[in-house]
């Protein structure tokens, strides 16, 4: 029996130069849109003492001249949107909430933000044979009747896109460009579990996936996408204009091999859950980040790093997300907070517990583990608490031997055959 899922890939824009005006003025004339919208909504409510739904502020906004910016859809899609976040803030008023504040207006001083744009239907047209979607320009902005922007994206290798229902243009701040959402829908065969066991993931950055099964580790080290941010930040540090050609020619070399990276390792992980029967992995919510960056073990470097980073874990995420959905292997995301500094073996929480050189050491019952496996063991952990509530008296862990957490395997990433391999001296816990 098949299931019938929807699922979003996100994706790169090729021929991002070619595109990104025309996708700049419609992002512009979206958030202009939200505003014109936003401000009758304002005026409704204050004249007849209700908010507007979609419905009524439509009829009111259907003859605007902004209106026609966009796409019927895409216009209808942002009022849709204003009306929704309109009624949720009245609803938690009603109830009392004294902090909720209703919808701003998207300005940023005199300029516009990039606001996302949502093409339905008869907004686009998908070329699946070359990659490419056509998207639809509203009457104003078109210069002839078949005025469109046709952009290419980058596939993911190892899924088809198809059946495409909805494409949203998504400006990412972090990258400072636009990305393509690409929902779809999908016919899943109904595959079996691969097995009852559990695993746990760790994400960082020295190491960027820590894994744990619960008796084997194993560390994928970050060393090549760090090696590729050093060597492509200098590299564009000798452009002059950061919009030249050369400049783009390089944030889309980076972003190919950042991507190529994402896709092999979620896939490589995907796998070995499958080979040793887990049905259900566990992956921190990132709320760890911000744990971290108040000064804890890892290195989170600037602002602008750190948003590359979440990004960068968000589309990971995703992707064991789908791959894993493929082969019976559930994703959870659970909460974060504590498991860099809860001992897994014994349970024992310090927040001044000091990692050293990579390594966990429980000053309670002498466990010695790679931090990141530590903290990946505790995920795991919390998924296996959730499935049978432990029990105050249950020691059955303390005699657990734990040497497996001092000694991960270690994949490196090997550019030249663009997979993962097993790192042959394992003489020290910290790559
Ligand atoms: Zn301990």
């Not at 009306?83 to 008023?93: I, M, N, T, V």
């Not at 979607?133 to 899924?159: M, Q, T």
């Not at 509530?389 to 663009?418: C, I, K, N, Y």
């Amino acid at each position: 029996m098949a299931n019938r899922v929807t699922r979003t890939y996100v994706a790169t824009i090729r021929n991002h130069r070619q595109v990104c005006e025309d996708l700049d003025s419609l992002g512009f004339a979206a958030s202009k849109l939200w505003n014109v919208a936003r401000w009758t909504a304002d005026r409704i409510w204050h004249e007849t003492g209700h908010v507007p739904g979609h419905a009524e502020l439509s009829a009111y906004l259907k003859n605007h001249e902004r209106y026609a910016d966009l796409n019927a859809q895409s216009s209808q899609r942002v009022i849709q949107e204003l009306a929704e976040a309109f009624q949720s803030w009245y609803a938690k008023r009603q109830n009392g909430d004294e902090t909720a504040n209703p919808p701003g207006y998207r300005k940023r001083g005199d300029e516009h933000p990039r606001s996302t744009v949502t093409f339905k239907e008869d907004g686009f047209k998908h070329d699946p044979k070359h990659n490419r979607v056509r998207l639809s320009k509203g009457r104003n902005l078109k210069e002839h009747w078949s005025d469109f922007i046709l952009c290419e994206y980058e596939p993911d290798p190892d899924a088809t896109v198809e059946n495409v229902q909805q494409v949203r243009a998504v400006w990412n701040d972090a990258r400072d460009e636009w990305e393509l959402h690409l929902v779809c829908r999908v016919e899943l065969e109904d595959v079996d579990s691969p097995g009852e066991r559990t695993a746990g993931i760790d994400l960082g950055i020295s190491n960027f996936a820590a894994v744990s099964y619960g008796d084997e580790t194993d560390l994928y080290p970050g060393g090549a996408l760090k090696e590729d941010e050093y060597y492509f930040a200098k590299e564009r540090a000798k452009c002059d204009d950061s919009r030249s050609n050369e400049a783009r020619r390089l944030d889309r070399k980076w972003s190919n091999r950042r991507t190529h990276f994402l896709h092999t390792l979620s896939k490589t992980i995907i796998e070995e859950c499958a080979r040793r029967g887990v049905g259900t992995v566990a992956v921190g919510d990132l709320s760890g980040i911000r744990e971290r960056e108040n000064g804890e073990s890892k290195d989170w470097g600037s602002k602008g790093n750190q948003s590359l980073h979440r990004w960068a874990f968000d589309r990971f995420i995703t992707m064991l997300e789908y791959k894993g959905e493929e082969r019976g292997i559930t994703v959870e995301t659970v909460d974060e907070r504590n498991t860099s500094k809860t001992c897994a073996c014994c349970g024992r929480k310090d927040a001044s517990q000091r990692v050293e050189r990579g390594l966990y050491v429980c000053e309670e019952c002498d466990t010695v583990a790679n931090a990141d496996v530590n903290g990946a063991e505790n995920i795991r952990c919390k998924l296996e608490d959730a499935k049978v509530p432990p029990s105050p008296t249950d020691d059955s862990s303390v005699d657990r031997s734990t040497g497996w957490m001092a000694q991960p395997a270690v994949h490196l990433f090997d550019r030249e055959s663009g997979r993962f391999t097993p790192r042959e001296q394992v003489a020290d816990c910290k790559p």
